[in-house]
Structures are given as structure tokens and as C-alpha cells.
């Protein structure tokens, strides 16, 4: 459906893992748009998966979330979505923002910056056709200019020792609890790493993180198919044990 400029047509998709941080703008939007209707998610997963069974006009997306990044969410909506990134931190991101027709609001956001931005969008909408989203390529270019050098080696727990394990060994990676499963055909350790940290030092060829919860190593994987509620899972070769897929990424095992 293409943007209105309605009100009551309007619809938002607003992603933020950060409990205060998304409560905050929430309540920010419902006083200065109170018509406008939000679809709220708590990790980038559950935003592709919003994405694939609806349609927005505007989404504000937090650029670091677990599961995927604000960017691959951006890059899952139309062009003509009115998108506005969150940041606490990030001034590379800024000066692409300000380079492009995209907007951004830095954290913690105030109730001036929000209207600004409001404005700017409802300027936007009112254009037809509203301007297609641009600048994500030089976001993701700055991002990776940026990024930490490739993960090589592991120290993690084992009982009560520690082992260094070659990243090469991994088949996968699995939140559990406070801690994060390191899964290799010789068992599985401990450490304490989270997932989105993992995220940073992966190569995104090699490994995919398929579930909030599950990061897994694609040369790896052995089968992957719909359980008996319909819900994907996959194997990784060598090991006794089904692991989860997120509906938002069971299309890369259909052809499996």
C-alpha cells in the first residue's frame, strides 16, 4: 500500500531492545502523534517478522539490536518507508544521516528533536511520491570501516578449565541464560559474550544468526525442516540436538 498522508492510514514500526529507551519514545509519539498506530518490537527478528506479514509507512529503528541489526530491518522495508534511526553513540552514523534523506535521533531523545522529526516526516508523506530512502549503503560502508577485526580464537569455560578454541572449530553459538553456548563437535563451552557482541566479530558469509537466540556456523548446518506445529528447526552436522529458526529466516532453508 502506498504512504497516505491520512492519519488514521498511518501506520509505524518502532524497534528497540532497550526497555526505558522504547517506553520513553512511545510515550513521546502517542503526545505528539496520537493517531498514528505503532507495531512495537524488542529485537530486530521479530521486526523482519512484523515486516513480513504487514506494511509501514515510517519505522524508527534502533541501529544495534540483537537478532539483526537495524540495518538489515531497513533494508527488509519498501523504499518509500520514512525511516528515522535511533543512536546513543554513533557519530559516524550521524554524518551519514545528515548526508542522505534519511533522519536520525540521537539518544536520549528529547521532546524538541522528536517534533522536528515528526514534522520532517509528515513534510515527506505529503510529497508524491514520498522521496525513496537513501544513504543505508554509506551507513553500512562507515559501519564496516569501523568494525572489530575478525574473531579468530575463543577462551571459554569448560567445567573448571578454561579452553582456547579456534573459531573455525564452531558450528554455532546459543544463548542460554546469562551465558552463550559455544557448540563444536567436541561439546560445548561456556562464555559470556552475548550474541550481538558475537555479531561484530563474525563474518556474516560464515555465520547466521538464525533465532534471537541461535547464531549458527552455515557449512555447518546439516538439514533444517518444519517440526510438527510448523515451526523450521536445523540440525548442525555431528550433533544430537534440534535447534530453533525464527520465521523470518526459515526462506533460507526451503531450498535445503
Avoid at 45 to 73: C, N, W, Y
Wanted: charged share 25%; glycine share 6%; proline share 5%.
Amino acid at each position: 500500500m502506498p504512504p497516505t498522508t491520512d492519519d488514521q492510514e498511518l501506520r509505524a514500526l518502532l524497534v528497540e531492545d532497550e526497555a526505558p529507551q522504547r517506553q520513553a519514545l512511545m510515550s513521546l509519539l502517542a503526545a505528539q502523534w496520537p493517531t498514528l498506530s505503532i507495531t512495537v518490537c524488542e529485537d530486530g527478528i521479530a521486526a523482519l517478522e512484523a515486516i513480513a506479514t504487514g506494511s509501514f509507512h515510517i519505522a524508527f529503528l534502533d541501529i544495534r539490536l540483537p537478532g539483526a541489526d537495524g540495518l538489515r530491518v531497513a533494508r527488509a522495508l519498501p523504499a518509500s518507508t520514512q525511516i528515522v534511526f535511533t543512536t546513543a553513540y554513533d557519530q559516524h552514523a550521524i554524518a551519514a544521516f545528515e548526508a542522505g534523506a534519511l533522519d536520525y535521533l540521537l539518544k536520549p531523545i528529547t521532546e524538541d528533536r522528536l517534533a522536528r522529526t515528526v514534522l520532517r516526516i509528515r513534510e515527506r508523506l505529503a510529497q508524491v511520491p514520498p522521496p525513496m530512502v537513501n544513504g543505508i549503503d554509506a551507513l553500512q560502508a562507515l559501519r564496516q570501516r569501523d568494525a572489530k577485526a575478525p574473531l579468530r580464537w575463543i577462551s571459554a569455560s569448560v567445567g573448571d578449565s578454561v579452553r582456547l578454541i579456534g573459531i573455525d572449530e564452531v558450528f554455532g553459538f546459543q544463548a542460554k541464560d546469562k551465558y552463550t553456548r559455544v557448540l563444536t563437535h567436541g561439546g560445548e563451552a561456556i562464555i559470556r559474550l552475548s550474541l550481538r557482541e558475537l555479531l561484530d566479530q563474525l563474518d556474516p558469509d560464515a555465520f547466521w544468526q538464525v533465532h534471537r537466540s541461535l547464531i549458527v556456523r552455515v557449512a555447518a548446518i546439516d538439514r533444517a525442516q518444519k517440526d510438527e506445529l510448523g515451526n523450521w528447526r536445523l540440525r548442525l552436522r555431528g550433533l544430537d540436538e534440534w535447534f530453533p529458526v525464527s520465521q523470518a529466516f526459515a526462506g533460507k532453508f526451503r531450498g535445503m
